[in-house]
């Protein structure tokens, strides 16, 4: 690859996605972040049960999207040829992991206001 | 403080560091430079890769040129994806678009062929007798595929009789996908090979022999399956760090490698393919094959002046450019793109890539009387499949040198699944962006 900026990286997301999609998923993955910071000003502390639980789905998220991806791509396990690979591998899951993760807890806070007695 | 003064300020904080946020992301896009202002006429033949990622490229450095850009063919095809149709991995319309899609409105598209080029005149006359002057002429025409110097072949035949031809187009993959499938299943002898002329992606064709291996042993047919590989010369790839990795490989597969077999005539009928070789004709039997023909300039390009006049591509009339600046050795207001262009390397869609910037800025700098330091090095690259999820991404220069693009973290010369997901994933993705001028 000649020069990799960040315009043609989200140039190429775009091309992978379709725009629409693409830009909804920036969206809905900054809306998440920002949900989460919200919970945390309106907290004031990363809330430890909605923690437990939230990490409790990141298991999930992690092979949900290894498994994902290796549908998307006809691929499997025994693919896997190198050092790289797993990093790559490993990586899909804690990015699955994390946003599971994030989502649980943003899902939980939201469903609950915070304690009154603080 | 009450939960109500508690929430507002908390929102405040919140919205103002929203903002900020969003701020930053506005201020740190890319500065435009300002566009150059010019009259010139330009004219691009051929809407292929390489003529429509230079439109589009032209469009945004330039500001008042008449662009004209000359290609019959309404539909755009994603030549790199032919692989993956014939691997059943894609439907055939994974590769096709439309040309009027991918091009910019300041551009005029003339919906015919080009007929007649005069270098001398700066013109060119369409198959229509349309006659477009120029003041600079971009060739990005392709090449042509000479199926009529294969004896004996028809391109009706593609899909039956064990007979493929995965490079014809996407429909012509698809149907060997459903040979291939076939002869995966009952077993019997493949023959591949390649031609003897310059070709675009040498990979491909041993790819696919790659690939019916893999089908072969997924299904457990293997034992029941002989695959023969045909190289045109001593070698089975040009660069020889890859040509020794990919003979290990089909060692290890089971591949039997023959050299100096160039591919001169198929007989549907008995079944044979025969070779010219130094010793002499070689008739060879087949149960699955994938013809791929001689490939040359396409006629306007060779019944022009623009052709190498003397060396070793007399016969296949590609234009006589610069290695380096892929300027006309001739006539400095002509250059050539993608796989019209007479250079030892480079008839992948990746080095279309590294090329159109560089003759980009070689006609923009002639418009500004300014130099271009601008130089294409030879770049090719190459995710030589070499199982369904896996790959090796093979990339190098006019010297040979392996030019890894992920160095230390991508190993060229290993088969790796990531190498496989760029190519399934990131690869048209890519290319489109390419089109548009974006990458």
Redesign the interface.
């Known amino acids: 690859?000649?020069e990799l900026?960040?315009?043609?990286l989200i140039?190429?997301?775009?091309?992978?996605f379709g725009a629409a999609l693409f830009w909804t998923m920036v969206v809905v993955a900054l809306m998440i972040t920002?949900a989460f910071?919200?919970v945390l000003?309106?907290d004031r502390s990363v809330e430890a049960r909605y923690l437990a639980r939230a990490e409790l789905s990141a298991p999930i998220g992690a092979i949900a999207a290894i498994l994902f991806?290796q549908y998307?791509?006809?691929?499997?396990f025994?693919?896997?040829?190198?050092p790289?690979?797993i990093i790559?591998?490993m990586l899909t899951g804690i990015a699955g992991a994390g946003g599971l993760t994030f989502l649980a807890y943003v899902v939980q806070a939201f469903m609950r206001q915070p304690e009154?007695d603080r | 403080m009450n939960d109500l003064d508690h929430l507002t300020a908390s929102r405040r904080a919140f919205l103002g560091m929203a903002a900020g946020g969003l701020a930053l992301a506005g201020a740190a896009g890319p500065a435009r430079a300002e566009k150059v202002k010019t009259t010139a006429s330009i004219v691009i033949l051929g809407a292929g890769a390489a003529g429509t990622a230079m439109a589009n490229r032209l469009v945004e450095r330039l500001d008042g040129a008449k662009i004209t850009i000359i290609d019959a063919r309404k539909r755009h095809l994603y030549q790199p994806g032919f692989t993956l149709v014939a691997a059943g991995l894609k439907p055939a319309d994974y590769s096709v678009s439309r040309t009027g899609d991918w091009l910019p409105r300041q551009v005029e598209w003339i919906e015919e062929g080009a007929a007649e080029i005069d270098p001398e005149g700066q013109k060119v006359v369409t198959t229509g007798g349309k006659t477009v002057a120029y003041d600079f002429l971009i060739l990005a025409t392709g090449l042509k595929l000479d199926w009529n110097a294969v004896e004996g072949f028809d391109m009706n035949m593609v899909g039956t009789g064990g007979i493929g031809a995965v490079y014809a187009g996407p429909e012509q993959a698809a149907a060997t996908w459903g040979a291939m499938n076939r002869f995966t299943d009952e077993g019997g002898k493949a023959v591949f090979f390649r031609p003897a002329t310059e070709m675009k992606c040498a990979g491909a064709p041993l790819k696919y022999t790659f690939l019916t291996d893999d089908y072969a042993r997924r299904k457990g047919s293997r034992g029941r399956v002989q695959i023969d590989y045909h190289a045109h010369s001593g070698a089975l790839f040009s660069v020889p760090i890859v040509n020794e990795k990919v003979r290990m490989l089909f060692d290890d597969r089971g591949v039997n490698m023959h050299y100096k077999h160039v591919m001169k005539s198929i007989d549907p009928g008995r079944k044979i393919i025969t070779f010219s070789t130094p010793e002499g004709d070689h008739e060879t039997d087949y149960d699955f094959t994938n013809v791929i023909p001689p490939m040359v300039a396409p006629d306007v390009i060779r019944n022009s002046p623009l052709p190498w006049q003397d060396g070793k591509w007399v016969n296949e009339g590609w234009a006589e450019v610069d290695p380096e600046t892929l300027r006309h050795a001739r006539y400095r207001n002509v250059f050539a793109i993608g796989d019209i262009a007479g250079v030892p390397k480079g008839k992948t869609a990746a080095s279309v890539k590294w090329q159109v910037p560089v003759a980009e800025d070689h006609l923009v700098a002639d418009i500004q009387g300014r130099l271009s330091p601008e130089i294409y090095n030879g770049y090719t690259s190459c995710p030589l499949i070499t199982r369904v999820g896996r790959a090796m991404l093979v990339e190098f220069d006019y010297k040979n040198n392996l030019t890894p693009s992920f160095p230390g973290v991508i190993a060229p010369l290993e088969e790796l699944w990531i190498s496989w997901l760029m190519k399934e994933v990131a690869l048209k993705a890519t290319y489109n962006a390419m089109l548009r001028g974006k990458a």
């Open positions: 690859m000649k900026t960040l315009e043609t140039a190429v997301f775009q091309e992978i920002l910071i919200f000003i309106r991806v998307m791509t006809n691929s499997g025994s693919d896997l040829g190198g790289i690979d790559v591998l009154k």
